[in-house]
């Protein structure tokens, strides 16, 4: 089975390759903190949609971003 985004061989408990598995567990603990340090409790999707606003952010973390986005 391939990745949804890259077509690269995807890791078997999940639907993307390591790489953006790698950036959506990222993406996981760094809602959870994020919240925490602003005091805040931004949805998952208010989440990746501010993170998707950001020039900062990396090419792996804006494709997952976009996919999760899509799901919602």
Do not use: P
């Not at 391939?2 to 078997?12: A, F, L, P, T």
């Not at 790698?22 to 602003?38: G, T, V």
Request: charged fraction near 30%; proline fraction near 0%; hydrophobic fraction near 30%.
């Amino acid at each position: 089975m391939r990745c949804i985004i890259c077509e690269k061989e995807r890791i078997e408990t999940s639907e993307y390759c390591i790489y953006h598995t790698r950036a959506r567990k990222y993406l996981q603990a760094s809602h959870k903190k994020w919240n925490e340090a602003y005091s805040t409790n931004l949805t998952w999707d208010q989440y990746l949609d501010k993170l998707s606003k950001l020039e900062s952010v990396g090419i792996w973390i804006k494709q997952v971003i976009d996919i999760e986005l899509k799901k919602s």
